[in-house]
């Protein structure tokens, strides 16, 4: 018993030095973005938060600093949101069929095709890049939000995963559909889909995160300040050379920058832990 209690106790000791690690910066962060930019540099810095919280804020959402030219960083997070669902929902609607397709379709060349679009999997965007840009660019998708989802929208990675799943569902399942008359498109959306809802939740909430933190592609096909995403703005904050850096909104940014992913995953927190470890369907 005595054992037991010591090992509980250092079980516990443990994962709360854990949590001190990750939530530490988070608090010296929040501290920061409530004080002005002389109170941040003047060392050391309290960590007891200040009151100018809501003017900080307000000034973050509304103009940003000057790295951003007066963008607020409400237009940002919009941006960096409408390019994270895109992302997200688009992944998941194509790689659905295709899997499906992969699995339950005898079609000519129909493992060439899976292996096609697996080896994709060895070609991340850093490598297309140029090639990717250029389509873009011919496409006059250049500072849109088509241009910042749609070249990143195909995904190997939930075509395998959707293909695993796909796999695990007995051939009892489909005759019985078959007998009753579904056709292949009436049991992609009453079977397939419905059964694959814990798997679409947990690689809804990976790749909506997934989206929400691109730089470099943004980067390059965004050139408006308009259609500027959080991320890219919150390097612009930061300034170079002799450029004074103010730190109290940079601060603010990066812990709004933090609530859209953080929202995500508490929503769909137990869906997504399902999604991640469910063996029986």
């Given at each position: 018993m005595v054992s037991a209690g010591r090992d509980a106790w250092i079980r516990h000791a443990v994962l709360l030095f854990g949590v001190a690690l990750i939530v530490f910066p988070i608090w010296v962060a929040f501290v920061a973005s409530t004080l002005t930019?002389?109170?941040?540099?003047?060392?050391?810095?309290?960590?007891?938060?200040?009151?100018?919280l809501l003017d900080n804020y307000h000034e973050a959402l509304a103009?940003?600093?000057?790295?951003?030219?007066?963008?607020?960083?409400?237009?940002?997070?919009?941006?960096?949101?409408v390019m994270a669902l895109a992302i997200a929902i688009g992944k998941i609607a194509i790689s659905l069929p295709s899997a499906y397709a992969v699995v339950f379709f005898r079609f000519p060349l129909r493992r060439l095709c899976f292996w096609a679009i697996f080896v994709t999997l060895m070609l991340p965007v850093e490598v297309r890049i140029i090639p990717t840009y250029k389509i873009t660019a011919d496409l006059g998708l250049i500072d849109s939000y088509a241009g910042l989802a749609l070249p990143l929208i195909a995904s190997a990675t939930a075509t395998l995963l959707f293909r695993q799943f796909f796999l695990t569902i007995p051939d009892e399942v489909v005759e019985a559909a078959k007998i009753d008359g579904a056709g292949p498109l009436r049991f992609f959306v009453h079977m397939a889909v419905p059964l694959s809802r814990t798997n679409i939740a947990a690689l809804f909430v990976i790749l909506f995160i997934y989206g929400w933190n691109q730089y470099l592609w943004p980067l390059l096909v965004t050139n408006s300040p308009s259609m500027t995403t959080i991320v890219i703005g919150l390097r612009q904050m930061i300034g170079n050379g002799d450029a004074q850096t103010q730190w109290h909104l940079v601060m603010a940014t990066a812990l709004l920058a933090l609530l859209p992913p953080i929202a995500v995953v508490l929503v769909m927190q137990r869906a997504f832990v399902r999604g991640l470890v469910e063996t029986e369907k």
């Open positions: 930019a002389p109170d941040i540099l003047d060392a050391p810095m309290t960590l007891v938060p200040g009151p100018h103009a940003g600093s000057a790295g951003t030219s007066g963008q607020g960083v409400g237009r940002m997070m919009l941006n960096s949101l």
